[in-house]
């Protein structure tokens, strides 16, 4: 079974601040994707990144980057330079490479940014 | 590109009352999802469409909820009788396939059931 661990349930910081929010997962696939999702007051659940666990790659878009490492099961978001915006729930998820790949969520870091 | 749509935005209900959820996915997307989304918690899926067939719904409550996806387009969400547990937010999603490269799922703003 697939299981997706965010120990955070909320984090609170000033602005300028850089954050790291945590996601650890377990599945028994050897192929499968990690995602994570920004969830604003709104409630759109809005896209931010997907990995395949063939690539280990760090990734950077602007502010934000994602650390992958298969051996610890950790695909760790950072923000760097928080702004107000960026308060929202994030939410970290995995599915399988193939097949009906529906998306196994964890409980998400709700991250406040205060100015 | 629009969205995913979904309506009504906010719903109150007493128990025991029925209700019925909209959802209009992305054009062409054939992979659609409900999703049931309880406060403080992730997403949980209740039921997968490929085109207008059912390919999961193994977490959906059969007694009291029901889905359909008539000619793999629009879908609609029903629960009868309604519990106070079912107070949630009910996402929408849709992707273009259901696995590989092209499963990124989009979602809908939701609606907000509130049981009382």
């Known amino acids: 079974a697939q299981k997706v661990t965010q120990a955070q349930t909320e984090i609170s910081v000033v602005e300028k601040e850089d954050v790291t929010l945590d996601c650890v997962y377990e599945t028994r696939d050897t192929t499968y994707y990690l995602f994570w999702y920004k969830q604003p007051p709104s409630g759109e659940l809005v896209f931010l990144i997907r990995?395949?666990?063939?690539?280990?790659q760090n990734e950077i878009s602007g502010r934000y980057s994602w650390n992958f490492q298969k051996s610890t099961s950790s695909f760790n978001f950072t923000i760097t330079a928080s702004q107000v915006v960026d308060s929202a729930v994030y939410f970290c998820a995995l599915s399988e490479l193939v097949g009906y790949s529906t998306l196994t969520f964890g409980k998400g870091t709700m991250l406040l940014v205060s100015p | 590109e629009a969205g995913v749509a979904q309506s009504p935005r906010y719903k109150i209900i007493e128990k025991r009352q029925s209700v019925a959820f909209w959802c209009n996915p992305i054009s062409g997307h054939a992979t659609l999802y409900w999703y049931q989304q309880i406060l403080g918690q992730g997403p949980k899926l209740l039921i997968q469409f490929q085109n207008n067939g059912v390919v999961d719904d193994s977490q959906l409550p059969k007694d009291r909820f029901s889905a359909e996806r008539l000619k793999g387009v629009d879908s609609t969400l029903k629960i009868q009788p309604a519990k106070l547990e079912d107070s949630a937010v009910y996402l929408c999603?849709?992707?273009?396939?259901?696995?590989?490269?092209?499963?990124?799922?989009?979602f809908g703003q939701g609606t907000r059931l509130t049981v009382v």
């Open positions: 999603a849709s992707s273009l396939a259901p696995g590989g490269s092209r499963a990124e799922a989009f």
């Open positions: 990995r395949n666990s063939f690539d280990e």
